[in-house]
């Protein structure tokens, strides 16, 4: 459960609130309050991404800087939240967690299989949703490019809990 | 210095993935994110038209008619920054699973896909 003085992400990540001063407490909590309204998903993204720009190019914040903002990171999981509610976007599971680490710490998939020990065929069957991978395969990749799994509580789609 | 003039883009992204050259299912969370990611970064977030778009096309590859619902964004760009917004787009093929993207810049009409480099 989040307390007032915490947020906990689609990610089951628990971002802790009480760092941010009153200001930026009550940006996050206008977000969540738009958000329990049930808005359109694409009113939403609007409004929580020209909100956040606003307030922190205020502060003279570049926008790198601002994307490492809790209340950027809490608008846009609230969106997320809202989209899956509203049936638009998937719930992500290991394989798009598995993409994003790809692209985001590797040049492509082969330099991926070569750090991992991970087949590329099987590799590219498992992102493809033909096939699963083992946990205990998964964790012993994973660890070897300083990885590792977690078991978390599933979300609910719009509340910030 | 002068600056450049700004165009007016939009381009579409389907809900889903390309059936044919991937799984045809509902997009990620984590493309959406890596998306509003590089809009904002680049573009200031750019805006998303209300509502979904349905439409439908050709697939070069099957020759069969696919229909699809699609995100609408819009964003005004400087002439000189257009070849970014082109390779943001060519990464989105490759990370929402499409062989090319709806792009239209100032009226004109192209569609964007990744090349391999």
Known sequence: MSSPEEYIDLKGKVLSLARLDPDEQGLVRGFMARAEGHPDWNEYRNFWMSTVWDFYSARGLTRRATQQTLPYLIGQDLCSRIGISAGYVRQSDYRDELEQLIRTRFSNRREFCEATGLAEDMLSHVLARRKHLAVDTLAEALARVGYTLHIVPMPRSVSHT | ?117
């Open chain 2, 1 to 117: 210095m002068t600056q450049s003039p700004l165009l007016e883009c939009s381009f579409f992204i389907p809900l889903c993935r390309d059936a044919n050259l991937s799984d045809g299912m509902l997009q990620s969370i984590e493309a959406w994110d890596w998306l509003d990611h590089e809009m904002f970064f680049n573009f200031d977030g750019g805006t998303i038209a209300p509502g979904e778009y349905e439409g439908f096309y050709r697939d070069p590859d099957t020759h069969e008619r696919v229909f699809d619902k699609s995100r609408k964004f819009l964003v005004a760009v400087q002439a000189s920054r257009l070849h970014e917004l082109r390779a943001l787009l060519a990464a989105a093929c490759v990370i929402f699973g499409q062989k090319c993207i709806y792009l239209c810049v100032a009226g004109q009409v192209e569609f964007v896909a990744y090349e391999l480099p």
